[in-house]
């Protein structure tokens, strides 16, 4: 899961498309962007799609695919996840990072348009165990709903600092720090942060 402005661009959020939009002048895409959009084009040539099928496959828009791989815009952490499923692929295989050295130090991923969300990849995804870990910390009572990700998906909370509310069936399920639950991610859930900052541990487990 912080925009800062700059003279040399202007950005222009579109909460609406779920994008993140640059000027020309001079703008430069952030390295999550540009993570994003080489994963994203490397996954989509190399299975021979068209931007047509992986539009249908994802439920994404052609358009916004196309600026995304072009680095004109960022998606949000919903549509980011969207992409990934309707592509089964993993989140993290479109965050910056050497994914070959589980050990290595990840910076947290900031996304333009969820500036209340912060994600840190602490195990990029591992085709042996078939699982990932990220660090994620929700500010300012910030609510993050994701559409069902692969059949199968699960996700193993931990909340380490504050208090989270886990969205799932429907209904919400506050958790305090030092307390855990597992979350059926193959339907509609979401994740609320319940006292202004919570930070918390989720591993997402993919079935073979």
Avoid at 80 to 85: D, H, P, S
Avoid at 86 to 100: K, N, P, Q, R, V
Wanted: glycine share 6%; hydrophobic share 35%; aromatic share 8%.
């Amino acid at each position: 899961m912080c925009v800062i402005a700059h003279n040399c661009f202007i950005n222009i959020r579109d909460e609406v498309k779920g994008l993140h939009y640059m000027t020309k002048a001079n703008a430069q895409p952030s390295a999550i962007s540009k993570s994003i959009a080489q994963h994203l084009q490397s996954v989509r040539t190399g299975r021979g799609l068209s931007l047509d099928k992986t539009a249908k496959l994802t439920g994404v828009s052609k358009a916004m695919l196309g600026q995304i791989e072009r680095g004109e815009s960022s998606p949000t952490i919903a549509t980011l996840w969207k992409i990934a499923t309707g592509l089964a692929c993993s989140f993290s295989s479109f965050l910056s990072g050497d994914e070959t050295a589980p050990t290595s130090q990840h910076a947290d991923d900031k996304f333009a348009n969820d500036p209340n969300v912060t994600i840190k990849t602490l195990f990029p995804f591992n085709a042996v165990t078939q699982f990932e870990m990220f660090e994620l910390c929700l500010k300012d009572f910030h609510e993050q709903h994701s559409s069902a990700h692969q059949i199968g998906v699960t996700e193993h909370i931990h909340v380490l600092q504050g208090k989270l509310g886990v969205l799932q069936d429907g209904q919400w399920q506050a958790y305090q720090a030092q307390e855990q639950c597992i979350l059926h991610a193959d339907q509609p859930h979401g994740y609320r942060d319940e006292v202004g900052e919570t930070r918390f541990v989720v591993v997402i487990h993919y079935p073979v």
